[in-house]
């Protein structure tokens, strides 16, 4: 008797431990030191039981599932080994569970991988990052969420031209090898985008879509990209992939030189727009809201579908939003004309926050609270 209830107790503590274990933030464990500075090491989502479904979906009917969605920015995407670099701080469960709780389906989950990576030519991923980031993928993944993870700010090393092109395609074919082997078991709420904005990084036309040899040289690295993921089978063989336009622009020549790799039907368009700029992103004018700023944001999502509609082909608007400037009116006009703009048209909204309120935060991760809760729910609610 005495062992049975030795047993029983035993089994009692081993179940709450376990059920425990998902609540802790990235940074429990020992953290592992590289270059003096250290990184959160965490193995919360260890116990994570993956979920390898693989439905029969369009990629339209997928992202009118995604919903509305909120990016993790200035995180992961630190350009640092150390992601408070950026001010932000280590990402719990907890921060997620709230952005999920705000009716938010998609979690964007931007990488900088180039900090975390080993010497030519193998190129190898840090198995503690690959760790950190699979644990954040899944502290979204426990909510259901939909979670994007991608190549951020590797600009240094991304450089589109053809004297670059032969190097940078065999690290990008390394690199996504590795994190797709990484994802596999993963099923379809896990997707990848190939890269962020990739543009020749001080250049003239940096903004102004490229080049016409950038614009071919970006179209190159992703299609090695959607390749190697390709390669890896599995679930990866039919996984959705996010493929943007050069520098992920608007721009008339960026959308008309444009190419899906291989034609792969579960490719998905990945363009971004702070528009208009002066208001998003630039902040020099904090008025929004005539009819004629309606009807020139109107005009810019018409373009956007005209071209894309007729190839039929799904779209992810994966960061818009606009900077504080003492205007709470004014975004959050905004905030809910946008976010329509791109419900209408079946396009997935994915709000740009940097964690900064005087920028674009709408939400405190220190103290787990919505500092614009009106702007979160006028996004929330244009997908439901």
């Not at 879509?209 to 040289?217: A, I, K, S």
Request: hydrophobic share 35%.
């Amino acid at each position: 008797m005495k062992n049975t209830i030795l047993v029983f107790v035993l089994l009692i503590v081993a179940i709450i431990t376990g059920c425990s274990s998902s609540e802790n933030p990235v940074n429990n464990g020992s953290p592992e030191e590289i270059d003096n500075v250290e990184i959160p090491s965490d193995d919360s989502g260890s116990d994570e039981v993956i979920d390898g479904t693989m439905r029969e979906i369009s990629p339209k009917e997928f992202v009118l599932d995604m919903g509305s969605g909120w990016n993790l920015g200035n995180t992961l995407d630190t350009e640092d080994v150390d992601v408070t670099a950026w001010g932000n701080p280590l990402t719990t469960k907890a921060m997620i569970d709230e952005i999920a709780n705000m009716g938010f389906k998609t979690l964007r989950l931007p990488v900088t991988w180039q900090y975390h990576t080993g010497s030519a030519p193998d190129y190898i991923l840090e198995s503690d990052w690959l760790d950190t980031v699979e644990n954040i993928a899944n502290f979204a993944l426990s909510n259901d969420m939909y979670v994007i993870i991608n190549i951020h700010h590797d600009d240094e090393w991304i450089i589109p031209t053809y004297e670059q092109a032969p190097a940078v395609k065999d690290r990008l074919t390394k690199t996504w090898t590795q994190i797709a082997n990484r994802f596999k078991p993963h099923g379809d709420h896990v997707i990848f985008e190939t890269l962020n904005e990739p543009r020749h990084e001080g250049s003239p036309e940096e903004w102004e879509g490229g080049t016409t040899e950038g614009r071919d040289v970006v179209n190159q690295y992703h299609q090695v990209s959607v390749d190697a993921i390709r390669a890896t089978g599995g679930n990866n063989a039919i996984r959705k992939i996010m493929v943007s336009t050069y520098a992920a622009s608007t721009a008339e020549n960026a959308l008309e030189d444009y190419q899906i790799p291989n034609n792969d039907e579960n490719v998905i368009v990945s363009i971004h727009s702070y528009s208009p700029y002066l208001f998003s992103l630039a902040g020099t004018d904090p008025t929004w809201g005539t009819q004629e700023d309606k009807a020139q944001l109107t005009q810019e999502f018409n373009t956007i579908q005209n071209k894309f509609e007729s190839e039929s082909r799904a779209i992810v608007m994966g960061e818009w939003g606009s900077t504080f400037s003492d205007n709470e009116n004014d975004r959050l006009a905004h905030a809910e004309y946008y976010a329509n703009l791109c419900a209408e048209r079946g396009i997935c909204p994915i709000w740009w926050d940097n964690g900064n309120a005087d920028e674009f935060g709408i939400f405190n991760r220190n103290t787990l609270e919505w500092v614009y809760p009106e702007i979160a729910e006028a996004i929330v609610n244009a997908t439901k």
